[in-house]
């Protein structure tokens, strides 16, 4: 049996507001993502998912949604998201949606429905509680945002619950009727063609039904966030949200076993709660985001320790990585240019489908934004702290025209400075760009079924070198990655001895060594055995 499309492809993220604009606004839209299709699949991609074009207040960048089966005029129109469909589908890509099922914009009808009466028919769509005794807030939960999650209404005199802004107001799952409205949001799309959705904070869906405080967080410091003050023991992760994902599951498999919807769920919890979004007794999600590799120390060991954890703990589940989105800082901001390319190496070797975030593939850092020009409600809530988003959504530099061919308006967000050499038309005449090397790696990963869905084993190794087997058939690769700037050696297992270079990092020659492979600084290779 072949495996399908989301076992063997890579998924690329498209944060639309700073991929490509097409009417001169300054900001992302459909029509810019349908004229850059040739880019991606030229890149050599199988998916890419679009955060939110719903219509919206923009509260949130999208995430605040008013109407889930429509576009934003900023976005384009339901026509143009047809087209973008179909041109996506003719050239063999698959097309995934952010869908944001935990909250609707406070704007959403339902909502204005719910708040306009506590007799209203949608009261009940949404969370309202009454306050304390003391009129302080039902409970001491704290919105991911700062502050705390529930804000009142004057008007019906209760309290409503918001894990993110006020402007997003969280919907009841416990009530049926919430449950079949959305699912008829993913049936609309799913109708319409869609390969499926990126599930937004799914671990949030279902709350204690007792609404208890959350505990305290033992190890909370100042500047971490305010939301980390406490644990998110009762607001999160409640045993509930498994039958949901496993609905919703239904429904993707409803569309046929042979058309392979996927449901990928957005879930930061340790490894051993993320299994569980697999599915026990009922299949889940088919892919919960693995987060693992964007905050983990960047040490051989670490990694090697990470990476069999999780391996061990998959009991048959599909893998997926990633190492950066639209919420964290980018992998090159964090670990260097000559990193990132080792760890786009790792990101595209380690078994299980890697989810690329735009940019990447050039090697884009986070851009400082000057104060007057924040625009994301995370860091305008809480300033300095370093969690602001924008400096990971910067426009995407395509050229070396004004505005990196991203805008001919005002860019939202200012580009990287780097941009007039730090582009897509620069970087693919460059054989040695880190973009180069990107469509090499995706051209051997599509070439070599050891790469996508063979087995890996973890290789012995010392020092700053992460090295592991690749398998499939008769098919032997080895990845060995020197995360350090020193050079480094592995001893090479006796099956491997006569091992041909296939890919590095680095560019020349590599030096040869007998039975030992040396590994330049920040080289990271991959290798035939068979
Ligand atoms: C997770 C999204 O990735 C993030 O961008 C958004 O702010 C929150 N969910 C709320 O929807």
Known sequence: ????????????????????????????????????????????????????????????????????????????????????????????????????????????????????????????????????????????????????AWEWDAVTRQYYYHAFLKEQADLNWRNPAVQA?????????????????????????VKAADFADNPPNPDYQPGMGEMHRVLQLHSTDQPEVHAIAADMRAIADSYGAGSERVLIGEIYLPVDRLMHYYGRDRAEVHLPFNFQLVDAPWDA???????????????????????????????????????????????????????????DELGLSDVAIPPEQVQDPRELREPGLGLGRDPVRTPMPWDGTENAGFTTGRPWLPLNADWPTRNVARMAQEPDSILALYRRLLTLRRARPALSTGDIALLDAEGDVLAYERRHGGERLIVALNLGERPQHLALPDWARDCQPLLSTVAGAAPGGDGVLLLRADEGVILKAD
Not at 345 to 357: D, E, I, N, V
Request: with cysteine; net charge neutral.
């Open 301 to 359: 060991r670490a990694l090697a320790t990470l990476i069999a954890g999780y391996e061990a703990a998959l009991s048959g589940g599909w893998p997926n990585w990633v190492l950066g989105n639209h919420d964290r800082p980018r992998v090159a901001a964090k670990r260097g240019q000559a990193q990132a390319r080792v760890a786009a190496m790792l990101l595209l070797t380690l078994r299980g489908t890697p989810t690329l975030y735009y940019g």
């Open 181 to 205: 409205a959305m699912y008829d949001v993913m049936r609309f799309w799913f109708d319409r063609g869609v390969d499926g959705f990126r599930i937004d904070v799914l671990w949030h869906m």
């Open 1 to 148: 049996m072949t495996a399908p499309w989301w076992q063997t492809g890579v998924i690329y993220q498209i944060y639309l507001r700073s991929f490509q604009d097409s009417n001169h606004d300054g900001i992302g839209d459909l029509k810019g993502v349908a004229r850059r299709l040739d880019y991606l699949a030229g890149l050599g991609v199988e998916a890419i998912w679009i955060s939110p074009f719903y219509p919206s207040p923009i509260a949130d960048f999208g995430y605040d949604v008013a109407d889930y089966c429509g576009v934003d005029a900023r976005f384009g129109t339901l026509a143009d998201f047809d087209d973008l469909l179909a041109q996506a589908h003719a050239r063999g890509l698959k097309v995934l949606l952010d869908f944001v099922p935990n909250h609707t914009s406070d704007r959403h009808p339902w909502f204005v429905a719910s708040r306009s009466s506590r007799d209203h028919p949608k009261r009940d769509w949404y969370i309202w509680r009454d306050g304390a005794p003391d009129g302080a807030p039902p409970n001491n939960w704290i919105s991911d945002f700062g502050g705390s």
